[in-house]
C-alpha cells in the first residue's frame, strides 16, 4: 500500500521528501516520471507517487515520511492497497532503477 499526504493537513513542509529512499515524494504541481512516461503532479501540495512508494519496506521499520511529517498528515492511501511481498518485489525493482 502507498503512503498518501493528505493535502488539508499539509503544511508544504518538505520535511517527508528527504528521508524517502525510493525517491517517491513530489512537491506540488510538479509532474514526475516513471519508467519512461510523464506522469501529472497528484496535488497542489507535496504527495506521493504511488508507483514509487513501497512504505520503505525493505530500507527501514516504518515508512520514513510518516516519522518526519510534523503534522501528522500522512497515511496508508486504500486505493494503492499491496500485500508485503509485493511491496519487497516493488522495493526491488526499483532498486534497479535507480
Known amino acids: 500500500m502507498a503512503m498518501k499526504i493528505d493535502p488539508e493537513v499539509c503544511i508544504d513542509c ?14 506540488g504541481g510538479e509532474s514526475y516520471s516513471f519508467l ?5 503532479s497528484l496535488s497542489d501540495k507535496y504527495f506521493v507517487a504511488p ?4 512504505e520503505c519496506t525493505t530500507y527501514y521499520d516504518q515508512p520514513q515520511c510518516v516519522e518526519a511529517c510534523p503534522v501528522d498528515c500522512i497515511a ?17 525493482r526499483l532498486r534497479q532503477f535507480k
Open 51 to 54: 508507483e514509487r512508494c513501497t
Open 76 to 92: 496508508k492511501d486504500p486505493a494503492h492497497s499491496e500485500a508485503a511481498d509485493a511491496l519487497k518485489e516493488k522495493a526491488d
Open 14 to 27: 518538505a520535511a517527508c521528501a528527504e528521508p524517502c529512499p525510493n525517491p517517491a515524494i513530489y512537491p
Open 36 to 40: 519512461g512516461q510523464s506522469r501529472p
